[in-house]
């Protein structure tokens, strides 16, 4: 019988990897002044539950005592540790729910020493929880987000979209496009393109329009998501909720303060919605490698502002409608990027409020433009600026990868 399935079948989580780590990473921590989370970590690993909690909140005040680039290795690893110290005591007394809220927030917020003892115990704890919530469950008729052949007013739209949008160059648009032909006349030529035809045997296009399977596969999950307009405004915050609690929100449909799932790694977190899409073949162009796989899931009127990327980028619609307006990389200084270095790769173009005074020849720049439907997949080359805006609630998938020669391949 493998560890993990030993240890489901009793009432404990198995950790090979603290077990063998947990001696030096308490040293590494002692020779960083850690000496109060090594006490409470000694104490919590021989089964006091409190000492356990307090290890966890020392590491996570050193996780937010400066910028996250400057916090040690060693301190997320610790958070790490403490999560597990902390989801065992809940495992034991059948409390999967907290205990699984405390894996996500060590698999989230700490480092990669303990990654795999955090995996394997959010797959225990993720099949006890659906073995003792499959009791009751009773399967009603399903609840779609998006429902097929909603009206779609353009005009209303528009009224919602920035000046000048669909009024232009659209982006061409080809089916079943070959990577033969995706190589010699988009890649190369570092030209956009939208896909259609290639996500069809996606299980996502069906199951991520159901409701009840988000909330069945990963309602429990504690996820990161974007509170405010976005997040060069003032007022715009980060949380960590529940994928329930984020469900909920976008059905109340609270236009005023939008609630978004952006730029997530959730399919390293949650394999099974990893299992619902795939790699597309046009990720292979240029010989390099796959960089980072995010999640975009929110309701309409979402926006992601006027950014761009270093790497290429296939963006697959795969829930709901997005307006995306795109500049080429040759644009930058007319976009009046922002001088601060965390934000040198956005523009301080509102493109929603345009200041005509401060930005007096953006009006007269030219663009393209689409309306990225269900199915449809959008290639945005690497430093082509792009805006984005949900139209309907809206569940997207972003591939970045680089080229092999690419000097952004860091």
């Known amino acids: 019988m493998s560890t993990a399935a030993t240890a489901a079948a009793g009432n404990y989580l198995s950790t090979p990897t603290l077990d063998a780590e947990s001696s030096n990473l308490l040293q590494t921590i002692s020779s960083h002044g850690g000496y109060a989370y090594v006490r409470m970590s000694t104490l919590a690993a021989s089964g006091d539950f409190r000492a356990a909690e307090a290890a966890r909140e020392m590491a996570w005040e050193q996780l937010h005592s400066g910028p996250w680039h400057s916090v040690l290795p060693a301190w997320r690893d610790a958070y790490s540790m403490a999560c597990l110290h902390v989801a065992k ?38 099949a006890k929880s659906r073995e003792k919530e499959s009791e009751g469950f009773a399967k009603g008729p399903k609840c779609k987000f998006v429902e097929e052949g909603d009206e779609f007013d353009k005009e209303e739209v528009l009224r919602a979209l920035p000046e000048k949008s669909l009024s232009s160059k659209i982006v061409v648009k080809k089916s079943g496009l070959s990577l033969e032909g995706f190589l010699r006349e988009h890649f190369l030529s570092g030209s956009p393109v939208i896909i259609g035809d290639c996500m069809a045997h996606w299980p996502a296009r069906t199951k991520w329009n159901d409701m009840d399977y988000l909330k069945r596969v990963a ?30 929100k976008i059905q109340s449909n609270d236009s005023a303060v939008p609630t978004y799932l952006a730029q997530h790694q959730l399919f390293d977190q949650i394999n099974e919605l990893r299992k619902d899409i795939c790699i597309p073949d046009y990720c292979c162009a240029g010989g390099g490698e796959l960089r980072s796989l995010n999640a975009w899931f929110g309701p309409a009127g979402t926006v992601t502002p006027l950014h761009h990327d270093p790497h290429h980028n296939i963006l697959a619609q795969v829930v709901g409608k997005k307006y995306v307006r795109l500049y080429t990389s040759s644009l930058s200084e007319e976009l009046y990027p922002y001088n601060e270095t965390m934000l040198c790769n956005s523009s301080q173009v509102d493109l929603d409020n345009i200041d005509d005074g401060q930005f007096p020849k953006v009006h007269d720049l030219e663009f393209l433009d689409c309306i990225l439907e269900e199915g449809e997949m959008l290639y945005i080359p690497p430093k082509w600026w792009h805006y984005v805006r949900s139209l309907t609630i809206s569940f997207s998938v972003s591939f970045w990868w680089s080229n092999s020669e690419s000097p952004d391949a860091s």
């Open 219 to 248: 309602g429990d999950r504690t996820v990161p998501v974007e509170v405010g307009k976005n997040y060069l405004c003032q007022e715009w915050k980060q949380e960590l909720i529940t994928f329930s609690e984020f469900l909920e």
């Open 89 to 126: 005591f809940h495992y034991r007394n059948d409390e999967f729910k907290e205990s699984l809220r405390v894996l996500d927030l060590g698999l989230i917020m700490g480092g990669v020493l303990l990654k795999k003892d955090l995996e394997s115990a959010i797959e225990i704890v993720t």
